[in-house]
């Protein structure tokens, strides 16, 4: 067989097409003797006989694993410098009640971004001291709901917030925790939608100086906030951005922001006791992709922290980071039924034609709207039996009225895929499920946990009268 010249130059033809990579797998998950799929025990046929397709199949071990790690690696890390360090995992990546009971019962606090992700929040137990709220345009409502629950940290995004949170904390006769967040002027390498941390766009407090002013909007937010009746400043908060592998972009913010906190302690004379270095840890979607395990990621991180405060004469502050995908996204893969095959002929960029091979699965950009938001890759394999043939050149796409709708936009499949095979779709645990939408009157499929042999529902799936009884007729 020729190979498919639209393959891209980062992806291989794999030996085995079989083979699942580990990196970009829960570590539950095993093709069985009989050459099905299997996660936990649990094979994707019978997943999908009692659930139907599509299906966001979460390994409860690896996802607890995941956050364990971040939790272990960061206390050891930081054990010396600041007596351990502070995990929040980001809600915002896959949130509902069940996952932020594993998330506290792991030792680790929730980060969420919304009055609904704090209900999730409330509903599942987790004391408000062990909760951050973050959002760039957080209402009244939300705000005051997180005072209601005397939330452990406010991550305040702007001066009007500031002003707004302090008002509405003193007319309670209260103080409300805050952190600011703030731009430390780094360019991520990510995707642009998904960096945080430039100048030029919504998020945070800029360092930067105001040329008429010659004070920043942070340094401005913090002499508002140590003078306000209504705030108790507890540090400063960043985030770059999200799927993110070079260590460069984190230690440069964490620098930056070490160093404003000297010019605080200058300027004031407080050192502020915590400082939140946010999240976007990359993880595997394909094989082009190398993310550092959570124990490298924070000795490195541990190392600068601790060599920059020392540098600064400050004492270390308490550490806290607030990862999403890292912990969500490899635990979780989606199981679709293919449908139609088809192959069309392209012209290719050097002037000759191709074959491109279609296969349709039964969900698309309604359960994955990331291939079509970021361009993001993803991989494939045949989840319902193992094949000995070859593996050809294939795009798997969705069943949605939009020609973007790809799922899973170069992978190799083999030849024999046929209508009524199920497909797996690995790393779909972050922002998938949490960004699914109803496009096309399509239900959102359900999220079953499996640990130890069983499958169980976390999230049931929307039935068709679920949509319809919205409608107001
Ligand atoms: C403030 C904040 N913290 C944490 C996260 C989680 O990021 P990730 O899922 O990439 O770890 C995000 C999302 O990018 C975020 O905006
Ligand atoms: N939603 C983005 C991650 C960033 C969201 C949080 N700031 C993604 O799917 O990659």
């Not at 998904?194 to 909007?217: C, N, R, Y």
């Amino acid at each position: 067989m020729t190979l498919s010249p639209l393959a891209p130059e980062w992806l291989s033809h794999p030996a085995d097409a079989n083979a699942l990579r580990p990196l970009m797998w829960a570590r539950d998950v095993t093709r069985n003797d009989a050459g099905e799929i299997e996660v936990a025990g649990v094979s994707a046929g019978a997943l999908a006989k009692q659930f139907g397709t599509p299906l966001f199949v979460v390994s409860e071990a690896d996802f607890r694993a995941r956050a364990r790690d971040f939790k272990d690696s960061f206390d050891a890390a930081f054990a010396d410098l600041c007596g351990g360090a502070d995990v929040y995992y980001a809600g915002k990546a896959f949130l509902c009640t069940e996952v932020a009971r594993w998330v506290a019962s792991e030792g680790l606090r929730l980060d969420t971004c919304s009055g609904g992700e704090l209900a999730v929040a409330r509903r599942a137990g987790i004391p408000g001291a062990n909760l951050g709220l973050h959002g760039n345009n957080k209402s009244d409502a939300e705000l005051t709901r997180a005072l209601d629950m005397g939330l452990g940290r406010i991550v305040v995004d702007s001066l009007p917030e500031l002003e707004r949170l302090g008002a509405l904390a003193a007319s309670r006769g209260e103080r409300a925790n805050v952190m600011l967040r703030l731009t430390p002027g780094v360019h991520a390498h990510t995707h642009d939608f998904i960096a945080t941390a430039h100048e030029d766009q919504k998020f945070g407090l800029s360092m930067a100086p105001d040329p008429e002013t010659g004070v920043s909007p942070a340094a401005a937010a913090v002499a508002a906030a140590l003078g306000h009746g209504g705030i108790t400043l507890l540090g400063l908060h960043c985030h770059i951005g999200s799927q993110i592998f070079e260590p460069e972009g984190f230690e440069l913010a964490a620098k930056r922001l070490l160093g404003f906190l000297s010019g605080v302690k200058a300027e004031h004379g407080i050192e502020l006791p915590e400082l939140d270095l946010g999240g976007g840890y990359g993880i595997a979607y394909t094989e082009a992709d190398t993310p550092r395990p959570p124990a490298e990621i924070a000795k490195a991180m541990a190392a600068v922290v601790g060599a920059t405060c020392k540098e600064l004469g400050l004492a270390v502050p308490r550490i806290s980071i607030e990862p999403g995908r890292a912990i969500a996204g490899p635990s979780t893969f989606t199981l679709y039924r293919t449908g139609t095959i088809k192959t069309v002929r392209v012209d290719t960029a050097g002037g000759g034609t191709a074959e491109r091979r279609y296969v349709s699965v039964d969900g698309g950009m309604s359960d994955n709207a990331r291939p079509v938001l970021y361009d993001a890759d993803y991989s494939a394999v045949l989840a319902s039996r193992a094949s000995e043939d070859d593996a050809v050149m294939s795009r798997v796409v969705g069943k949605h009225c939009e020609s973007g709708d790809i799922v899973v936009r170069d992978v190799y499949l083999p030849a024999d895929t046929a209508d009524g095979d199920l497909l797996a779709v690995p790393g779909t645990g972050a922002y998938c499920w949490a960004l699914s939408s109803n496009y096309n009157y399509i239900a959102r499929p359900p999220v079953v946990a499996v640990a130890n042999g069983a499958a169980r529902l976390i999230i049931r799936g929307e039935t068709e009268e679920d949509l319809l009884s919205r409608d107001v007729s």
